[in-house]
Every structure is written in structure tokens, then in C-alpha cells.
């Protein structure tokens, strides 16, 4: 079971985070929701819950809760640029299909 | 693949519905866009990494140009190239003749409205047309870099800008199809753009130098709301004049004689980079080629630090202005922010901090600090923040009022009231029958209307006539979180209502806003005095008022010849001396009226008691 970040990515969060002056790590989850079925989340993370876990991944302490685990198990984060916008990119293996906007996925 | 962004914790969105948001500081100069992405405020550049974009329009015979491209084009088609815009905001065909004749702009009048025109060859454009071709442009960029569309924006506008200026501003952003969160104050914006909103207290000056103005601006920081303590400054002292004193300079060290537009625009752009050269070097060379003419020259940071220095003593003497105007000392300055490009040449920094005595804030770039700060309000207000983040809140830069009978303006919202805010009060009528109210809604501290701005006027009509003072007329003034009001009338008895929206006149002449404020200091002793004079007026013409109406009805019957001479003498010397009196004398006319029509009103009264009880038992006369 792992979460990969890429070099650029764990900057960026670790660079976010020094910014926002609070926080232990980041976030990744899953909602059933969106257009094709489930969503991504992406938080930043102030506090631990009991069902999380936690992953070290290039400095940065990434948390998932157990039920996203399972559809994120593999996943890796990526930073990246399209045009003038930014932002972070899922790769998943678990995803089969993703809506045309690749914001939600089905597996 | 979409892009995501990282979310405060529980404040993930679903998918296609981001609240995506931007603050925008639309600039005299140039402009920014600015947005929070994974919590940090950055500005938006395009994609060749350029943040400013010149607030500059050009329009052309086949498309509009805008930015960079607009500017290019303004030494060859300077009359369809229009620059500065923002000085026209909210401004009449008056104003802008006021403004001076620098503005290189024909003006096409309109007859119906006060709006002026502004004639390019691809028609004519309203500074608000104009101002919302550079939103647009401002808005795509956010558009592109953030990924999608905004749920809305912060615009920053001057802390001096009337509801007209405002107005306009918003209506450029309607027209740019963006839906305005809000409008905050600039030094406002710079004040949240180095966090200062989250200490509880404090008073902070604003020192903003850009390319052509500055601006001085002292905020009270009260329980999370900024409050605008007082304004100054000067609307042509920046940046450029740094540049034409590097320029003068130049000429006289080189010797240039008959400098033509050419080579004074060589020199000037040699000035602007010595300028910026000098930020961080102690010397810098200078090499001017004009055909065979060449000089080369050295200046150093403390030669030019000479020649600006009378510059920056002019930007000390505004700050000690508003101070004073603030009546405040500057011991009592908590946090110095420099906002403006100019605030890079260390002398500004340095003389600011020894005036005020402190170290002033200058870590984040000050050319972006406004958007920043804007960009950071924007987030708050489209969500993206948990329920407790602060909302910051604003305050009234003037009184609103109403005008009352004599010309005075009776205050209804008072200067500094944090908005949004609806205050309501109740009138009455003057007159018998009267069946209609104008009402007029003035801005501004002095007592008198004529002193005051005119915002608005409207007519409350058809409530059925009544007795002078029965009437009961509820006016309610609700301002908006963007400073822009509504006005209703109501009168209880019947129901009748009217309402509007101020669409203010536009009737302000350049810096009026400050000299307002300043001016009902000054005047106040005056003021109070034609107040209370114009007090008695109108109490002498509703006592005429009322002895007319009464004689007319039972004068003759009540009153002996002698009484009635002796009350309609003293009402005709009253009437006389209405317009030339002084209040004293004009309050011992009234009590003489009244004295000698003393045993008239109580006639009248028994015979009115009498009229309703006559003829009736007792137990007949119901008692209220």
C-alpha cells in the first residue's frame, strides 16, 4: 500500500504549507460524488483522525482515510501546468474511467 | 486531466463546482488579478510571466486592444488610446473640464445623460466601457490560470472614491459580466495582504507611492473592522517625476540643447532604468546615443538621492496633513505598509520610517500587495474558508443625509458606520393637505445642503392630505457591503411607498471627497450657527403657516378687531423679517406671534371641546 508524490509535487505541498503557517501534511480522499461516480479530495491537514492513515512520501506526510485507501492505493501526485493554470494531477491505477475534466472517476 | 487545487480541511468542493474567486486591483497605471490556489495568494501572470498589465485601451478601427499591445500603440494613435481612465470614474462633463486640459481626449456630451463620451475612431466610450475592457482582460487571465469560472471577484478602488466613483466601478464590472463580492478600499487591501486584519488592534498608515500619484491613508483597526481615519496626498506626484528629475539632470549634465520628443523619450527611458538601477546599486552608468550625439554619465545613489529628495519631502509634509486631520499623533502608528513601485527607492522607505518612526512593512513586492490583499478578501467571500474566518468589514467614508426643510441636512447614517448597515427615521409634513415629499439624499459632514453632495432626489407621492405633522413618513438608507445604497420612503398611515437605488449624480470635482471632511471641521462653528438660523425660518413659516389657516377658518368669529389687528401685525413683521433676521431676533418675532395669538388658540380650543361635546351626556363622550 503506498502514495507516491513526485519531487515537484512534495515541493509545492511542503512550499504550501510553510505558506499557510499551520498544518502536518496533506490529504488525499475520495467522495462519492461528481459526474462519474467519485471525486477527489485534496485538503491540507490539521489534525489526525482515528480511521487515517498516514504515509511518508519525499518529506511530506501524506493522510488517508482507510475507505479512500482502497481506491487510492497506488496513486501517484504529480504537479504540473496546463496552459496558465497549475495544479496538482492523479494518476490512479485504480480509476477505469475518469469524466472528460478527469475531476471524477469510477473504478 | 483537471488540475486540482489543495482545500482548507472539509472545504472540498464537488467536482465542477469550485468557488474560484480573484481580487483584481484596477489600477490608474496598470492593473492586477491575484487568487488564492492550495491556500496562497499569488498573482496571476501571463505566459510570458508578466503580473502588470498597463491599464491601457486602444481601439482600433478593426479590434480593442488592451494591456501591453494598447500601449504600444500610444505615441503613434495617442487619440484612440486611452490611458488614465481611472481618473474619469464616475466623473461629469464638469468634472472632467476641471480635471484640466492634460487630458489629450475629445469629450462628445450626451444630451440625456451627464455621462461623458469619449470619441475614438471605433466610437465613442464611457470611462466605464473602457474600465470594463481592462476587467475582461483581467478576468480571462484568471479564468485561464485557475481553470474555470469565477464565482465572483474583489475590486480595490481608492479610499477617497465617492458612491459615484464606486458606482461606476461596479457598473464596469456588470458590464465586464463579473459578479463583484465587493469593493474594498486599497490600503485596505494592503493592510490584509500582510495580515494585519487579524490583530485586534491597531492604527495603520498606508503609504502608497506609485507611478503618478500618492496616496497617504491612516486605517483604525477596531475589532477586525477598518475604519478610514483620514485621507491625502497628491494626485500628480510619483514614479515619473523621479524620472524627469533623472532627466533634467541628464540634459544639463550632457549639455543637450533642443531636446526633441525623440530624444527626450531616450532619456526618459534612461532615467526610468537608472532609477531602478539605483534600488540596489551604489553608481550606475549611463550611456545615451541620439544619431552622432553620445554621452556617457555616472550617477550615484547619493547625487540622486539629492534630486529626488525634494520629491519625498512632499510625500512627509502629506503624511504630517493627515495626521493632523486624523488628530493623531504618530507615536500612536502601529504598522507603516508601503504599497506603489516607488516605494523600492530606499530614500522613500527611509524617510517614511524616520517620519513616522518605525520600521515600515515592505517584505511583499509592493506593486502586488493591493491584488494580494484583494485576492485574500475574494476567498473569504466565495467560501473557501472555514465559518470562522473573520469577514472583514468596512466603513462609510461620509454622512449620509437628508435634506430637511430649510436646506439642512439631517444626518441618517453617520461617517464611519461599518457597513453593510440600513438606518431608518421619520419625518413628517410640513404643510396642510400636503399629498407629496421630495426627498433628497446628500453625502457629506456639513450642515448645510448646499455644502453637501448631492446623491439623489425621488418623490414619495400620492399619501392622502392631512394636517401639517400627521403625516408619519418612515425613510429607510441601507448601504451595502460595497458602500452603495438604497433609499426607501414609506408613509405608515396610508402605505404608500416609493423607493431607488442611488444612481448618484455625478457633480464631485477632483479631491473634493478630502476637502469635504476638512472642510466641516473648519466650518463647524459657522455651520451650527446658519443651522439654528435656518431652524427659526422654518419654525417662522410654520407659525405663519398655521395662524393664516386658522384665521382664515375662525378668526373673525373668535377675536375682537383690536386682537385680530394686534396678531396679523405681528405675523406681518414676522413674514418681513423672515429672510434678513438673525436667529435671536427672528426667536423673539415668534414668541411675540405666539404671545398675541395666546388667548386665540385657547378660544379655539374651548370652542372646539365644545363643538364635540355639546348637546351630548356625558356618558356619551367617549375619552381616549
Known amino acids: 500500500m503506498a502514495i507516491q508524490l513526485t519531487d515537484v509535487a512534495a515541493n509545492r505541498v511542503q512550499n504550501f504549507l510553510a505558506n499557510r503557517g499551520k498544518g502536518i501534511g496533506l490529504r488525499l480522499g475520495v467522495k462519492t460524488t461528481g459526474c462519474s461516480g467519485m471525486a477527489y479530495v485534496l485538503e491540507f491537514v490539521d489534525e489526525i483522525q482515528n480511521d487515517d492513515e498516514v504515509f511518508e512520501s519525499k518529506g511530506v506526510k501524506v493522510i488517508i482515510d482507510q475507505k479512500s485507501l482502497l481506491f487510492l492505493d497506488g496513486t501517484e501526485v504529480d504537479f504540473g501546468k496546463d496552459g496558465l493554470n497549475e495544479g496538482f494531477k492523479f494518476t490512479n491505477p485504480n480509476a477505469k474511467d475518469e469524466c472528460g475534466c478527469g475531476e471524477s472517476f469510477t473504478v | ?624
Not at chain 2, 483604525?220 to 473592522?225: D, I, N, P, T, Y
Not at chain 2, 418681513?576 to 436667529?583: L, S
Open chain 2, 1 to 624: 486531466m483537471s488540475l486540482l487545487q489543495i482545500a482548507e480541511p472539509g472545504q472540498s468542493t464537488a467536482p465542477h463546482q469550485h468557488k474560484l474567486s480573484a481580487g483584481i486591483d484596477l489600477g490608474t497605471t496598470n492593473s492586477l488579478v491575484a487568487s488564492v490556489r492550495s491556500g496562497k495568494a499569488q498573482i496571476l501572470t501571463d505566459s510570458q510571466g508578466n503580473a502588470l498589465i498597463p491599464s491601457i485601451v486602444h481601439f482600433g478601427a478593426e479590434r480593442t486592444l488592451v494591456g501591453t499591445q494598447a500601449q504600444e500603440l500610444e505615441s503613434s494613435d495617442p487619440l484612440n488610446t486611452l490611458s488614465s481612465i481611472k481618473r474619469l470614474m464616475g466623473r461629469g462633463i464638469e468634472d472632467i473640464k476641471q480635471l484640466g486640459d492634460n487630458l489629450p481626449y475629445q469629450f462628445v456630451g450626451d444630451a440625456d445623460s451627464k455621462v461623458p463620451r469619449i470619441k475614438t475612431s471605433a466610437g465613442n466610450f464611457t470611462a466605464v466601457e473602457v474600465s470594463a475592457d481592462i476587467l475582461k482582460v483581467l478576468a480571462n487571465r484568471a479564468r485561464e490560470s485557475l481553470g474555470g469560472e469565477l464565482t465572483g471577484v474583489v475590486i480595490t478602488v481608492p479610499a477617497y472614491f465617492d458612491d459615484a466613483q464606486r458606482q461606476a466601478t461596479r457598473d464596469a464590472a456588470r458590464l465586464a459580466d463579473l459578479n463583484v463580492f465587493r469593493l474594498l478600499n486599497e490600503p485596505t487591501a494592503a493592510a490584509v495582504a500582510y495580515g494585519l486584519d487579524q490583530n485586534n488592534d491597531g492604527v495603520i498608515a498606508v503609504y502608497d507611492l506609485g507611478g503618478g500619484t500618492f496616496d497617504i491613508s491612516i486605517l483604525r483597526l477596531h475589532k477586525g473592522v477598518f475604519e478610514v481615519l483620514a485621507t491625502g496626498g497628491d494626485s500628480a506626484l510619483g514614479g515619473d517625476d523621479m524620472d524627469h528629475a533623472i532627466g533634467e539632470w541628464i540634459i544639463s549634465e550632457a549639455g543637450f540643447k533642443n531636446v526633441d520628443a525623440f530624444l527626450s523619450r531616450k532619456i526618459m527611458v534612461a532615467a526610468r532604468q537608472v532609477k531602478e538601477s539605483l534600488t540596489n546599486n551604489a553608481f550606475t552608468d549611463i550611456l545615451i546615443e541620439n544619431g552622432d550625439l553620445t554621452w556617457q554619465g555616472q550617477l550615484s545613489r547619493i547625487q540622486f538621492e539629492e534630486l529626488i529628495k525634494p520629491l519625498v519631502k512632499k510625500t512627509i509634509t502629506s503624511c504630517r496633513r493627515v495626521l493632523r486631520d486624523a488628530k493623531l499623533d504618530k507615536l500612536e502608528i502601529t504598522e507603516v505598509v508601503m504599497v506603489g513601485g516607488s516605494t523600492r527607492v530606499p530614500l522613500v522607505s527611509q524617510m517614511a520610517g524616520e517620519f513616522f518612526d518605525r520600521k515600515p512593512m515592505s517584505d511583499l513586492d509592493p506593486d502586488q500587495v493591493v491584488a494580494i490583499g484583494a485576492a485574500i478578501q475574494a476567498d473569504i467571500l466565495a467560501g473557501n474558508k472555514a465559518d470562522d474566518s473573520m469577514l472583514l468589514l468596512d466603513v462609510l467614508p461620509l454622512s449620509l443625509g437628508i435634506e430637511t426643510m430649510g436646506g439642512l441636512s439631517e444626518k441618517i447614517i453617520s461617517r464611519n458606520t461599518a457597513i453593510p448597515v440600513a438606518r431608518a427615521q421619520e419625518f413628517t409634513t410640513f404643510k396642510d393637505g400636503q399629498t407629496s415629499m421630495a426627498i433628497h439624499v446628500v453625502q457629506g459632514e456639513r450642515e448645510l445642503v448646499s455644502d453637501c453632495r448631492s446623491l439623489a432626489r425621488f418623490d414619495l407621492r400620492g399619501f392622502p392630505p392631512m394636517t401639517a405633522g400627521a403625516a408619519r413618513i418612515r425613510v429607510t438608507y441601507q448601504v451595502d457591503a460595497d458602500g452603495l445604497m438604497s433609499v426607501k420612503a414609506e408613509e405608515l398611515t396610508s402605505g404608500v411607498q416609493a423607493d431607488i437605488v442611488v444612481k448618484p449624480s455625478y457633480g464631485l470635482t477632483d479631491g473634493e471627497i478630502e476637502v469635504m471632511l476638512k472642510a466641516s471641521m473648519e466650518n463647524a462653528k459657522a455651520d451650527i450657527a446658519i443651522r439654528m438660523l435656518k431652524e427659526q425660518q422654518v419654525e417662522a413659516r410654520r407659525v405663519i403657516e398655521a395662524i393664516d389657516a386658522a384665521l382664515i377658518i375662525d378668526g373673525e368669529f373668535l377675536l375682537s378687531a383690536e386682537e385680530f389687528n394686534q396678531i396679523k401685525q405681528d405675523r406681518d413683521m414676522l413674514e418681513k423679517e423672515i429672510e434678513t433676521a438673525d436667529t435671536e431676533t427672528l426667536k423673539q418675532l415668534i414668541k411675540s406671534v405666539e404671545k398675541s395669538s395666546e388667548t386665540y388658540v385657547a378660544r379655539r380650543m374651548n370652542a372646539s371641546v365644545k363643538q364635540v361635546l355639546e348637546g351630548k351626556q356625558i356618558d356619551e363622550v367617549e375619552i381616549n
